[in-house]
């Protein structure tokens, strides 16, 4: 068991220094890479989704993820019951949290200015961190493993079941919030009160109702990143959601904000740019690059690389 | 007993009052108009009518139940629709999906009827089932916002200047189809600043200035009215 993120393999020491560069390696990395991408994409959805319906940057978001991991941590820690009970506990829990965030502290605002809106976000945020650290403590915490899985050796080269399962989990988790925002009647309402709230209420869609739906979404697709997360780190502090949040929110920024392809993308660049650093021996730079490739879209194409022009509201 | 039956409406923005305390009703089965300049208020009454805007005082009875404090979603499955100003369809959506978004509040089996319903009336809209409703030209996105409003099977569809920014053939077009509607019995609360067309189709009209009620009569008698002619009908 882990209790600090996992070393990435040296791939500077084997691949650089001693020239032995091979597939092997290369794969791992990408592996690697797909693993924290996808991490980040999941988060970076709930970003841009809430985003899109009523333009908040919901800072909490990253916070609902270490309430998801805590959640874990009781259910099989404290609790000692099964894993999957967890796994369903932490989705729902978030789901539920989001939605609560959602009708106390944003529904009330719903005609607000948008900076109210925002600097309520930072304060749900601090909430749930302070909550965090009285209720379990500022050390932390230990969540065990969900499963115990070995790896799987494909042609001599050790895939780590993990990654495997966050990518594959990932790429559904997509498939399916992309139908349920193009097809169903849910989501068109969503689409519609993100274009023009008023004109969805004509419309005779419940605005608040189908912003809430948004919040659930969003905070489904946390639940399960803090259960990903959880499996690649193996461990809950009240603090996690703060960088694994800004980090996941870049994400959104960088695929284009209110975009969902966009969000998938922009968290795989941000995890590929680390893995990338670290791969190469820089991993103290781990941090630093993600905000410069930030910076470097959004000087080249403000709107991200999905981002429709800002004129619109997405 | 009137359908829709307005009594001392006022409303403001803040500290601007908009509808100074105004009486009007509809019946069953017609066209009633409401004209008046820039400003008048004519939006904000249809607005408030809607459930978009609180009133500060006033009632507002439709099939004799009061509206006021009904929130807009469940006014639509009341059965009162709102093709609002500047027609404001969903651009990012296909027509189809526009049409789905105004059956909302319907099944999807009474939905299926009343496109079919639609398209008769706009066949220009079939042809484009599947087109970006942000790429369609102004009179198409017209006909779209009035096709979406009808898909809620409203008793009384309430239209917020249908003709504006449209070519008069155009123009034309959507105030045959509006006749159309109103033969088929929906009853329809048109607001227009074209006065004269809009008088040439009502049964009815009220003028609104300055948030107040100035004069009503029916179509005929306000055409030929001095002070009408003279405000709103150019000469
Ligand atoms: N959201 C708002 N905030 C503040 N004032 C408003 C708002 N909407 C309308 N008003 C004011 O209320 C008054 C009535 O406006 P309203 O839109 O109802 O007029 P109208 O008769 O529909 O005019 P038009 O023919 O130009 O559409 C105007 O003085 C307008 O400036
Ligand atoms: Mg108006």
Same mark, same amino acid.
Request: glycine share 12%.
């Given at each position: 068991m882990r209790t600090q993120p996992p070393a990435l393999p040296r791939f500077y020491w084997t691949?650089?220094?001693?020239?032995?560069?091979?597939a092997v390696t290369i794969l791992t990395q990408v592996l690697n890479g797909l693993q924290l991408g996808s991490i980040y994409a999941l988060v970076a959805l709930g970003y841009t989704m809430v985003y899109g319906i009523? !333009?908040?940057?919901?800072?909490a978001h990253g916070d609902i993820i270490m309430v998801g991991a805590y959640i874990s941590w009781i259910v099989m820690?404290?609790?000692?019951?099964?894993p999957v009970l967890a796994i369903v506990l932490s989705i729902v829990g978030c789901a539920g949290l989001g939605v609560l965030i959602d009708k106390v502290a944003y529904q009330p605002l719903r005609e607000a200015p948008r900076m109210s809106l925002l600097i309520t976000a930072i304060g749900v945020s601090y909430f749930l961190e302070n909550g965090a650290q009285l209720v379990f403590g500022a050390d932390a915490k230990v969540v065990p493993e969900y499963f115990d899985l070995p790896s799987m050796s494909v042609g001599g080269v050790s895939l780590s079941a993990n990654a495997i399962i966050t990518i594959v989990v990932t790429a559904i988790s997509t498939i399916v919030l992309t139908i349920l925002v193009q097809k169903t009647k849910l989501g068109k309402a969503m689409r519609a009160v993100s274009e023009d709230m008023g004109a969805a209420r004509l419309m005779g869609i419940n605005v608040n109702n189908t912003i809430s739906f948004t919040f659930a979404v969003g905070s489904v697709l946390a639940g399960i990143g803090a259960v990903l997360y959880s499996m690649a780190y193996s461990q809950a502090t009240p603090?996690?959601?703060i960088m694994l949040g800004t980090k996941a929110f870049v994400a959104a920024v960088l695929g284009g904000i209110g975009s969902i392809p966009g969000a998938v993308i922009g968290g795989l660049l941000v995890g590929f740019a680390e893995v990338f650093v670290s791969a190469i021996? !820089?991993?103290?730079w781990q941090d630093a690059v993600v905000f410069l490739l930030l910076i470097i879209v959004l000087v080249v194409r403000p709107t991200g690389i999905l981002g429709r022009p800002m004129t619109e509201k997405v | 007993m009137a359908m829709l039956s307005v009594s001392d409406l006022a409303v403001s923005y803040g500290a601007i009052k908009a509808v100074k305390g105004i009486s009007f009703d509809i019946d069953e089965g017609e066209i009633v108009t409401l004209i008046g300049a820039n400003g008048a208020g004519k939006s904000t009454t249809l607005n408030t009518i809607a459930g978009l805007i609180k009133p500060d005082s006033g009632s507002i009875k439709f099939s004799g139940e009061e509206?006021? #404090?009904?929130k807009p979603h469940k006014i639509v499955a009341r059965g009162l629709a709102l093709c609002p100003e500047g027609r404001? &369809?969903? =651009?990012?959506? =296909?027509v189809s999906e526009n049409l789905d978004m105004g059956g909302y509040t319907r099944t999807d089996a009474e939905n299926k009827e009343t496109l079919e319903l639609v398209y008769e009336h706009f066949p220009r809209l079939k042809e484009r089932?599947?087109? &970006?409703? #942000? =790429?369609? %030209?102004g009179g198409e996105q017209q006909m779209l916002a009035m096709g979406r409003a009808l898909m809620s099977r409203p008793k009384l569809l309430m239209l917020d200047?249908? %003709?504006? #920014?449209?070519a008069p053939i155009l123009v034309d077009e959507i105030f045959e189809i509006i006749q159309a509607l109103n033969k088929n019995g929906t009853t329809i609360l048109l607001v227009e600043q074209n006065a004269n067309m809009a008088l040439k189709v009502a049964a009815r009209g009220y003028v609104l200035e300055t948030g107040k009620i100035v004069k009503t009569g029916t179509g005929a008698e306000l055409l030929v009215d001095d002070d009408v002619r003279k405000a709103y009908l150019g000469g």
């Open positions: 691949c650089v220094r001693e020239r032995k560069c091979c009523i !333009l908040l940057l919901n800072f820690s404290q609790l000692g019951l099964n603090t996690m959601g021996g !820089l991993s103290v | 509206l006021v #404090g009904i404001r &369809v969903f =651009t990012h959506m =296909t089932m599947n087109q &970006v409703a #942000g =790429t369609l %030209s200047e249908p %003709s504006m #920014g449209l």
